[in-house]
């Protein structure tokens, strides 16, 4: 067996919203008649904990096709290893391809990479299933949990996520550690684990240094320990006597409680603590040490939000094990692992433990008595194997009021204070207790999973401080899909959005636009650009097309939409690529739009095609429709319910509720739509209209936009750009498949003119049948042509396209052979056509190089203006 190419959906997709990984199983190595399914699938399930089922929405059992049951069983182990390692997801899909030895294969990950290694050992365990060989399945499952441990998101950051998750806030990981976005552009915020964007750089300098953080605390009254910095072992011991045993010693800029050694009460331990804590840092405090227990509060926005009563690392005795024994049985907890990637830290014996034992009178190897407690260190620090308590309800008001006031004058909008007290619900005053130091960028592990006692909410409490009640750190984002229209759409939505004040970011087969700036070229409509456009801060909405590649690729670039418009659903464009190659198959892709739409949004879905209006039913929010017939059937339908419709009527733009009623614009007054003439371009005024009203957009402003929108080459290149020359018009357009080709000929039918010409060619892509229908066309449309093959073929032979589209145009009833006109390059092309060129003529220019099209007959009209001049003197 072997699998194909996998590529990591990672966002809404074909198969599901969340985030898979597609690939394909071959089993054409595989001798399915010798092998035993039956015995295969039940250790398979043996291992799987009898689990059968793909997925919660899929029904169990087991399919008949040998090969696709291998298929199936290998989703679910996949499925099965993730889970056991940690990472528990639940979605699995098979399906049948072209080839009978070949499936499909889509398998839920939470980590990319591990969902990956899941995958390739779960092929690894199924062939050794197949031939009867062990596997080391627990071994295996190990490797993807230190993998998964060794990626996620810690508790800390994953906190945060899941809390701005469960606001509907959506987030994206920027980097391979702990930076996160939460929101879109300029609605965002950013967190690197307990940091956020509103934390101050100058408040985490002080309270780095900790002997200034003591200082400006006793400043104002809150207690703190008395202590100096010390320069050596000599000089740290020369402090601890005159501080008075029992001493701390730490680091001064240290944090996570690296490098701290407490209730130290001789030379030797302080000497060794300051070894110890020289490591972690060049300068270093003894302090008094403070007798009680030590407490972790954690304060957010300037209120107490949590507090834990935190435990040294220790093991009990049980009259038989060494300390070493005890420890790593300690170590096996599934709770306790590295890199803050578990509720607890392992234990360590490193020279500091050593010293700890010491001083009970004991070492790694001695064997303490039945219930015996020996500490593996002083300090109290989950990251060194600490344990924690939650007692947040037994907190004093005095003493939380002084851990604010110590935050406040550090200036933290998230801290961990560090207090050692007897008894945290009595003021510190009473007791002796004392501030210890003030943390930036607290660990939360302590309050999310305690040792004992309640996990506090402190990830919604974070998220509270940057996104107030309400706000779900959304922008406006509307997603144009479809056929044809879409470019057009898109530019004329964000021009909408733009006459409304706000900062637009657009995604396109253009570039990557913030209002009229590009600051990105080539086609831009696939999810890397509308990540691009969302992670922007200065967007105050974003206008995304949204291109069947892009989604077959990766899926979308963002989780949900507020409106999602799908113009139409033609056949003959980009069929037989990527596994589709029906036209049903195509609008699936382009539903995962739709399926999008948040539950308050809209899908605007075009009444007069009805693959758009099937996609309906699979809409999560509501539903708005247009046509440009009123006595559209699904129009009336949907309006007797109280539906919203856009249609045309009187030449006027219209919009309905219900009984309600009101024009939006007069299509005399729309440029794009010349006048009302030209079909294709008032659906596509319809549709962003329409979308404009389900944001709340006034008609007023609507009908400003559409009448301001210019369709000039620099504002839509290559969307039927018209223009003027000496009596003739060209139209400059993008148009590349047999939808666009009829709908330009019936505008042209509305145009006068004397002669058509058009230079054009068709994309190597395409399939045979397409390239032959759309030269069908231009031969029934069309008086002269200049055809040409560009220099890219994508994947044809040379004169290859030329010949498929001599067979259509030889089908044609109206272009004569002789008025075809053959060369090579679109350049060489497109000015033959215009040399050809007379008034009265329409000549269509498809434009496959847009930029360089468009610059090109800018530059030649002039010359060949100033020929005719030249030549009639």
């Given at each position: 067996?072997e699998?194909g190419?996998?590529?990591?959906?990672?966002?809404?997709?074909?198969?599901?919203?969340?985030?898979?990984?597609?690939?394909?199983?071959?089993?054409?190595?595989?001798?399915?008649?010798a092998?035993?399914?039956?015995?295969?699938?039940?250790?398979?399930?043996?291992f799987?904990?009898?689990?059968?089922a793909?997925?919660?929405?899929?029904?169990?059992g087991?399919?008949?096709?040998?090969?696709?049951?291998?298929?199936?069983?290998?989703?679910?182990?996949?499925i099965?290893?993730?889970?056991?390692?940690?990472?528990?997801v639940?979605?699995?899909?098979?399906?049948?391809?072209?080839?009978?030895?070949?499936?499909?294969?889509?398998?839920?990950?939470?980590?990319?990479?591990?969902?990956?290694?899941?995958?390739?050992?779960?092929?690894?365990?199924?062939?050794?299933?197949?031939?009867d060989?062990p596997?080391?399945?627990?071994?295996?499952?190990?490797?993807?949990?230190?993998?998964?441990?060794?990626?996620?998101?810690g508790?800390?950051?994953?906190?945060?996520?899941?809390?701005?998750?469960?606001?509907?806030i959506?987030?994206?990981?920027?980097n391979?550690?702990?930076?996160v976005q939460?929101?879109?552009?300029?609605?965002?915020?950013?967190?690197?684990?307990?940091?956020?964007?509103?934390?101050?750089?100058?408040?985490?300098?002080?309270?780095?240094?900790?002997?200034l953080?003591?200082?400006l605390?006793?400043?104002?009254?809150?207690?703190?320990?008395n202590?100096?910095p010390?320069?050596?072992?000599?000089?740290?011991?020369?402090a601890?006597?005159?501080?008075g045993?029992?001493?701390?010693?730490?680091?001064?800029?240290g944090?996570?409680g690296?490098?701290?050694?407490?209730?130290?009460?001789?030379?030797?331990?302080?000497?060794a603590?300051?070894?110890?804590?020289?490591?972690?840092?060049?300068?270093?405090?003894c302090?008094?040490?403070?007798?009680g227990?030590?407490?972790?509060?954690?304060?957010?926005?300037?209120k107490?939000?949590?507090?834990?009563?935190r435990?040294?690392?220790?093991?009990?005795?049980?009259?038989?094990?060494?300390?070493?024994?005890?420890?790593?049985e300690?170590?096996?907890?599934?709770?306790?692992?590295?890199?803050?990637?578990?509720?607890?830290?392992?234990?360590?014996?490193?020279?500091?433990?050593?010293?700890?034992?010491?001083?009970?009178?004991?070492?790694?190897?001695?064997?303490?008595?039945?219930?015996?407690?020996?500490?593996?260190?002083?300090?109290?620090?989950?990251?060194?194997?600490?344990?924690?308590?939650?007692v947040?309800?037994?907190?004093?008001?005095?003493?939380?009021?002084?851990?604010?006031?110590?935050?406040?004058?550090v200036?933290?909008?998230?801290?961990?204070?560090?207090?050692?007290?007897?008894?945290?619900s009595?003021?510190?005053?009473?007791?002796?207790?004392?501030?210890?130091?003030?943390?930036?960028?607290?660990?939360?592990?302590?309050?999310?999973?305690?040792?004992?006692?309640?996990?506090r909410?402190?990830?919604?409490?974070?998220?509270?401080?940057?996104?107030?009640?309400?706000?779900?750190?959304?922008?406006?984002?509307?997603?144009?899909?479809g056929?044809?229209?879409?470019t057009?759409?898109?530019?004329?939505?964000?021009?909408?959005?733009r006459?409304?004040?706000?900062?637009?970011?657009m995604?396109?087969?253009?570039?990557?636009?913030?209002?009229?700036?590009?600051?990105?070229?080539?086609?831009?409509?696939?999810?890397?650009?509308?990540?691009?456009?969302?992670?922007?801060?200065?967007?105050?909405?974003?206008v995304?097309?949204?291109?069947?590649?892009?989604?077959?690729?990766e899926?979308?670039?963002?989780?949900?939409?507020?409106?999602?418009?799908?113009?139409?659903?033609?056949?003959?464009?980009?069929?037989?690529?990527?596994?589709?190659?029906?036209?049903?198959?195509?609008?699936?892709?382009?539903?995962?739009?739709?399926?999008?739409?948040?539950?308050?949004g809209y899908?605007?879905?075009?009444?007069?095609?009805?693959?758009?209006v099937?996609?309906?039913?699979?809409c999560p929010?509501?539903?708005l429709?247009f046509?440009?017939?009123?006595?559209?059937?699904?129009?009336a339908?949907?309006?007797?319910?109280?539906?919203?419709?856009?249609?045309?009527?009187?030449?006027?733009?219209?919009?309905?509720?219900?009984?309600?009623?009101?024009?939006?614009?007069?299509l005399?007054?729309?440029?794009?739509?010349?006048?009302?003439?030209?079909?294709?371009q008032?659906?596509n005024?319809?549709?962003?209209?329409?979308?404009?009203?389900?944001?709340?957009?006034?008609?007023?402003?609507?009908?400003?936009a559409l009448?301001?929108?210019?369709?000039?080459?620099?504002?839509?290149?290559?969307?039927?750009?018209?223009v003027?020359?000496?009596?003739?018009?060209?139209?400059?357009?993008?148009?590349?498949?047999?939808?666009?080709l009829?709908?330009?000929?019936e505008?042209?039918?509305?145009?006068?003119?004397?002669r058509?010409?058009?230079?054009?060619?068709?994309?190597?892509?395409r399939?045979?049948?397409?390239?032959v229908?759309?030269?069908?066309l231009?031969?029934?449309?069309?008086?002269e042509?200049?055809?040409?093959?560009?220099q890219?073929?994508?994947?044809?032979?040379d004169?290859?396209?030329?010949s498929?589209?001599?067979?259509?145009?030889a089908?044609?009833?109206?272009?004569?052979?002789?008025?075809?006109?053959?060369?090579?390059?679109?350049?060489?092309?497109?000015?033959?056509?215009?040399?050809?060129?007379?008034?009265?003529?329409?000549?269509l220019?498809?434009?496959?190089?847009?930029?360089?099209?468009?610059?090109?007959?800018?530059?030649?009209l002039?010359k060949?203006?100033?020929?005719?001049?030249?030549?009639t003197?």
């Amino acid at each position: 067996m072997e699998l194909g190419k996998t590529k990591a959906l990672r966002g809404p997709n074909i198969w599901s919203q969340k985030t898979v990984l597609e690939t394909v199983l071959d089993v054409s190595d595989v001798d399915l008649a010798a092998i035993n399914l039956e015995i295969i699938q039940e250790r398979a399930v043996e291992f799987l904990n009898g689990s059968t089922a793909l997925s919660d929405e899929e029904e169990s059992g087991w399919t008949f096709n040998p090969g696709l049951a291998l298929t199936e069983l290998l989703v679910r182990i996949a499925i099965e290893l993730q889970t056991q390692a940690g990472s528990n997801v639940t979605i699995g899909r098979v399906a049948e391809t072209k080839s009978p030895d070949q499936f499909q294969v889509v398998v839920q990950y939470r980590e990319e990479p591990v969902g990956r290694l899941a995958l390739q050992v779960a092929i690894e365990f199924l062939s050794a299933l197949i031939h009867d060989l062990p596997f080391d399945v627990t071994s295996k499952i190990g490797e993807i949990r230190s993998l998964d441990q060794q990626i996620r998101l810690g508790p800390s950051t994953g906190a945060i996520v899941r809390a701005a998750w469960a606001r509907g806030i959506p987030a994206r990981r920027l980097n391979d550690r702990s930076l996160v976005q939460l929101g879109y552009g300029s609605k965002q915020h950013r967190i690197l684990a307990a940091e956020t964007d509103k934390t101050s750089a100058v408040a985490e300098s002080i309270v780095q240094d900790k002997e200034l953080t003591k200082n400006l605390l006793a400043a104002i009254g809150v207690p703190v320990p008395n202590g100096r910095p010390v320069t050596s072992a000599e000089d740290a011991w020369e402090a601890a006597q005159e501080i008075g045993m029992p001493v701390v010693i730490k680091p001064q800029d240290g944090n996570q409680g690296r490098g701290v050694a407490v209730n130290l009460t001789s030379r030797e331990h302080v000497m060794a603590a300051f070894k110890a804590a020289s490591v972690e840092g060049s300068e270093i405090l003894c302090e008094k040490f403070a007798p009680g227990s030590d407490y972790r509060l954690l304060v957010i926005g300037y209120k107490l939000v949590a507090a834990s009563r935190r435990e040294p690392p220790q093991v009990m005795g049980d009259g038989r094990h060494s300390i070493e024994q005890l420890v790593t049985e300690a170590n096996k907890d599934p709770r306790r692992g590295e890199d803050h990637a578990t509720s607890l830290s392992k234990l360590r014996l490193d020279e500091i433990a050593c010293g700890v034992l010491a001083e009970q009178g004991l070492t790694v190897e001695s064997i303490p008595a039945a219930g015996q407690i020996v500490l593996i260190r002083r300090n109290a620090n989950l990251s060194t194997g600490g344990s924690a308590t939650d007692v947040t309800d037994l907190v004093h008001p005095e003493v939380a009021a002084r851990v604010v006031e110590g935050v406040r004058m550090v200036g933290l909008d998230i801290a961990g204070v560090d207090v050692v007290c007897l008894d945290i619900s009595r003021p510190l005053e009473q007791q002796g207790g004392v501030i210890v130091e003030i943390n930036a960028a607290p660990g939360l592990r302590m309050h999310l999973e305690p040792s004992y006692g309640k996990g506090r909410p402190v990830g919604e409490a974070i998220v509270g401080t940057m996104f107030e009640e309400g706000n779900d750190g959304r922008i406006p984002l509307i997603a144009v899909s479809g056929t044809n229209g879409k470019t057009t759409t898109t530019r004329l939505m964000a021009h909408i959005l733009r006459s409304l004040g706000k900062r637009v970011g657009m995604t396109c087969t253009d570039g990557v636009y913030i209002d009229d700036r590009r600051v990105d070229t080539g086609d831009c409509s696939g999810p890397k650009s509308a990540r691009t456009v969302l992670a922007n801060p200065v967007v105050e909405a974003a206008v995304l097309e949204t291109a069947r590649g892009g989604i077959l690729r990766e899926g979308l670039g963002f989780d949900q939409c507020n409106v999602a418009i799908l113009t139409n659903i033609a056949d003959g464009d980009h069929l037989g690529l990527n596994g589709i190659d029906t036209v049903e198959q195509l609008a699936r892709v382009k539903r995962v739009c739709v399926e999008a739409v948040a539950p308050s949004g809209y899908a605007v879905l075009n009444a007069d095609d009805p693959l758009t209006v099937a996609m309906a039913e699979y809409c999560p929010g509501k539903v708005l429709y247009f046509s440009q017939s009123i006595d559209n059937p699904v129009l009336a339908a949907h309006r007797a319910k109280g539906g919203k419709i856009v249609y045309v009527q009187n030449n006027c733009i219209m919009a309905s509720e219900g009984s309600w009623e009101a024009r939006i614009a007069l299509l005399d007054s729309v440029p794009l739509t010349f006048g009302g003439l030209i079909g294709f371009q008032v659906e596509n005024a319809m549709a962003a209209a329409a979308a404009a009203w389900t944001l709340g957009v006034p008609f007023e402003m609507i009908r400003h936009a559409l009448e301001s929108f210019v369709n000039d080459p620099q504002k839509v290149p290559a969307r039927f750009n018209v223009v003027q020359f000496r009596g003739s018009t060209i139209v400059i357009d993008y148009g590349h498949n047999s939808a666009a080709l009829v709908a330009l000929c019936e505008a042209f039918d509305k145009m006068p003119h004397e002669r058509r010409l058009i230079v054009y060619t068709a994309a190597g892509d395409r399939r045979d049948e397409d390239i032959v229908r759309q030269a069908e066309l231009i031969g029934n449309a069309f008086d002269e042509m200049v055809l040409y093959e560009d220099q890219c073929r994508r994947g044809r032979a040379d004169g290859e396209v030329i010949s498929l589209m001599r067979q259509g145009l030889a089908m044609g009833k109206r272009l004569r052979s002789e008025r075809i006109h053959e060369t090579r390059g679109e350049m060489v092309a497109i000015e033959m056509t215009l040399r050809r060129m007379h008034p009265g003529d329409l000549v269509l220019i498809q434009a496959d190089q847009v930029e360089e099209a468009i610059t090109f007959v800018q530059q030649l009209l002039p010359k060949l203006a100033a020929e005719h001049m030249a030549a009639t003197r």
